[in-house]
């Protein structure tokens, strides 16, 4: 299998989807995100998940690849070069991509007690209102910006995020070997956030074949 085609072939449609959800929210990339219509809020929701969830296999795909080879004596340049955009990403003060699926919550208490973030900005449905003044009605997306622009940067320096998932698979490794607990992959364990049986968007093919090729590699040999 030549996953660093893989490689690049998904991270060529996704950086392409990425970038139309900059397009969506009016934002140019590398810059700052206040606010969004509720509409345009939900939209970008839909696919910035599990776009985020095919960025992380593709780097789990990366970090095997170097794996070894980077943390031996003899480092070696990544297989995948896959900075062809960085120049269109200025340096800001964003936070780093997240490496880690967010883990299910199997507690009972914790799914009913705890009120959903949607619901604190949006509120509690009222029939009385009109529907165009709630669609227009705007809610902050700082958060939004902030993971868009984590996105397009993992993709632009994919090799980068890759060595990232390296370091910690080797402190990961040392805590195992120590008996002290820590989490065992940047994958949760079934399927990936933002999965839909049935697609609503090209996104969810490219989950779905990274997802695929994520555990393929991973269970190489």
Request: charged share 25%; proline share 7%; net charge positive.
């Amino acid at each position: 299998m030549d996953y660093a085609l893989a490689i690049r072939r998904n991270r060529d449609q996704l950086r392409q989807i990425v970038l139309a959800l900059f397009a969506l929210a009016q934002m140019r990339v590398g810059g700052s995100l206040f606010t969004l219509r509720r509409d345009i809020f939900a939209a970008i929701l839909l696919i910035l998940r599990p776009a985020e969830s095919a960025v992380r296999r593709l780097i789990v795909i990366a970090a095997a690849q170097i794996g070894d080879s980077y943390l031996g004596r003899n480092r070696v340049a990544p297989l995948i070069n896959t900075g062809a955009g960085q120049g269109n990403c200025p340096r800001v003060s964003t936070r780093a991509f997240k490496l880690f699926d967010p883990l299910k919550s199997f507690d009972p208490e914790s799914i009913w007690d705890v009120e959903p973030t949607w619901q604190s900005q949006i509120g509690p449905y009222d029939p009385t209102s009109h529907y165009s003044s709630t669609i227009e009605s705007p809610l902050d997306a700082t958060h939004i910006g902030q993971r868009l622009n984590a996105l397009i940067r993992a993709l632009d320096n994919l090799p980068h995020q890759a060595r990232r998932l390296v370091r910690w698979q080797s402190k990961r490794d040392a805590a195992l070997k120590a008996n002290r607990p820590t989490r065992i992959s940047p994958m949760r364990p079934g399927l990936p956030p933002g999965w839909r049986e049935r697609g609503i968007h090209e996104i969810d093919d490219v989950l779905r074949e990274c997802h695929g090729l994520a555990n393929d590699r991973l269970n190489e040999p």
